[in-house]
């Protein structure tokens, strides 16, 4: 059974940080594209960051570049996501997803449908 568990959410306050992963099973990690979207109440589901696992190529939306950090381990079929310099407008919850070969920037931009979903994280910063 293809599995993606997220962990790492909480509550934390304006620029500080939370590191995310992602577990997976059930499939070829190193095949696979992981990604990170985010949903916050009344909102679209927004694709942020996404990973190729194979050949580690990233691709990041302008609201989160030089904040947050994707990266992948092979060894652990795990990727993270590393959150920094966090704001009240991030405040979701974030979902990680999987898809075979999937180009960074597409699957971050409306292709998530055709891949596997994590259960989410609750990510709250507030004062």
């Known amino acids: 059974e293809v599995q993606l568990v997220e962990s790492g959410g909480g509550l934390v306050r304006p620029g500080g940080s939370l590191r995310l992963s992602c577990t997976t099973s059930?499939?070829?990690?190193?095949?696979?594209?992981v990604g990170w979207f985010r949903q916050a109440p009344g909102k679209q589901r927004e694709g942020f960051s996404c990973?190729?696992?194979?050949?580690?190529?990233?691709w990041y939306a302008d609201s989160v570049k030089g904040r947050f950090t994707v990266s992948s381990d092979s060894a652990k079929n795990t990727v993270y996501l590393q959150m920094d310099n966090l704001r009240p407008e991030d405040s979701a919850v974030y979902y990680c997803?999987?898809?075979?070969?999937?180009?960074?920037?597409?699957?971050?931009?409306?292709?998530?449908?055709?891949?596997?979903w994590g259960q989410g994280t609750q990510v709250t910063v507030s004062s």
């Open positions: 059930g499939f070829p990690f190193d095949d696979y594209t």
């Open positions: 990973i190729s696992n194979g050949d580690r190529n990233t």
């Open positions: 997803g999987a898809l075979y070969r999937g180009a960074t920037y597409y699957y971050c931009n409306g292709y998530a449908g055709l891949g596997y």
